[in-house]
């Protein structure tokens, strides 16, 4: 509960964020159109993002024929979710990674990496995959699509007001530093916003996951391992688009220098502390 009341301030501080700097760049009329911009850009996420991100990482999808355990793992892992059974892809990538994607439980997919599926056990692979699961059931996918669609569209917004200022709502020009002041601190701020709602996400997924395959340990041992790799080889085509970092049950980055501050994921070691809490109870 504290995890979903926390994930509905930070939307509610994202959302305001991005109504006051439409608010300074045109008054209320330019908050109205700064939000009719990013109902557009959700609108097209919400709908679009799933097979593009699918793409970017050239996932292939698979069915019983061409891998049938890990196939039928899923879908009996959905079944005890209550889920729709979801499409099934594969990456052709060493570092072991998974996500979930897709606007709707109906219309969700789960992906994971070969790599994924050669470092962990088969009760391990059930943990990550029910972690995916949870992030379908508990609609993760569109909170984490909206989040960055909004951070994203602030950082347009807020260079926007440092190049061309905005007016009052009497006409009279804005103060240009408090516009060069916005472009710099608000996508700042729309990021940390971004990465603690992502974090909040993860430990309920965690919870939710440990929960539909009954076994909070094996997901505990898995995100171990995944960590222990993530450090040694960040996953290829994360480097090239860090804005699915968040969708990925480990952060595929590497996590030197500035990006340790925008992690899209809480500290492993305190998420696998908190799922062998589970294990013994």
């Known amino acids: 509960m504290f995890n979903l009341v926390k994930t509905a301030m930070l939307m509610a501080a994202i959302t305001a964020l991005f109504m006051l700097i439409g608010s300074y760049v045109g008054g209320q009329t330019g908050m109205l159109i700064a939000l009719l911009v990013a109902a557009g850009m959700n609108f097209f996420a919400y709908w679009f993002s799933a097979d593009m991100v699918l793409r970017m990482y050239n996932a292939s999808q698979v069915d019983e024929s061409s891998a049938p355990q890990f196939y039928r793992m899923v879908q009996e892992l959905a079944q005890r979710a209550g889920l729709p059974a979801p499409k099934v892809y594969l990456i052709q990538e060493d570092a072991p990674n998974a996500f979930a994607t897709g606007r709707n439980p109906e219309h969700a997919a789960v992906a994971a990496t070969t790599g994924l599926l050669r470092v962990l056990s088969e009760r391990e692979l059930r943990g990550v995959m029910a972690h995916e699961l949870a992030h379908v059931a508990h609609r993760d ?14 950082s347009m917004l807020a260079n926007f007001a440092a190049f061309f200022g905005g007016r009052d709502e009497n006409g009279r020009p ?21 990465m603690a709602i992502s974090r909040a996400r993860e430990f309920e997924a965690d919870r939710g996951g440990a929960e539909i395959s009954g076994d909070p340990a094996a997901l505990a041992s898995a995100l171990d391992k995944i960590h222990r790799y993530a450090q040694g080889v960040p996953m290829a085509p994360a480097e090239a688009h860090p804005e699915t970092a968040q969708m990925m049950i480990m952060n595929p980055l590497s996590g030197g220098g500035l990006r340790g501050l925008f992690s ?15 294990a013994r109870h």
């Open 174 to 194: 804005n103060n240009p530093l408090a516009g060069i002041a916005i472009a710099l601190l608000a996508p700042i701020a729309a990021g940390l916003i971004q």
């Open 141 to 154: 996918i569109l909170i984490s699509t909206v989040s960055a669609t909004m951070a994203g569209a602030i």
């Open 264 to 278: 899209t994921h809480p500290s492993t070691e305190e998420r696998i502390t908190r799922l062998l809490a589970m």
